[in-house]
């Protein structure tokens, strides 16, 4: 599966919290994987190497 990562970082904090915070961004690089994507929110748990999200309250 081909991805696009980015992660962002906040430089000079004006609180000490957002000096750990990282973003991470991951977008699909093609047709193939933004299918995977959409169908893996539509059915969380479906892909092979996932189960039932132990913190997921629905």
Same mark, same amino acid.
């Given at each position: 599966?081909r991805t696009i990562g980015?992660?962002? =970082?906040?430089?000079? #904090?004006? +609180?000490?919290?957002?000096? +750990?915070? =990282?973003? +991470?961004?991951?977008?699909?690089?093609? @047709? &193939? @994987? +933004?299918? *995977? *994507? =959409? $169908?893996? $929110? =539509?059915? #969380? %748990? &479906? @892909?092979? %190497?996932? %189960?039932p999200d132990p913190g997921?309250?629905g």
């Amino acid at each position: 599966m081909r991805t696009i990562g980015m992660v962002a =970082r906040f430089d000079a #904090p004006a +609180e000490v919290t957002l000096d +750990e915070l =990282r973003i +991470e961004l991951t977008y699909p690089q093609d @047709a &193939s @994987a +933004e299918r *995977f *994507f =959409r $169908d893996l $929110d =539509r059915n #969380p %748990g &479906s @892909a092979p %190497g996932t %189960g039932p999200d132990p913190g997921h309250m629905g």
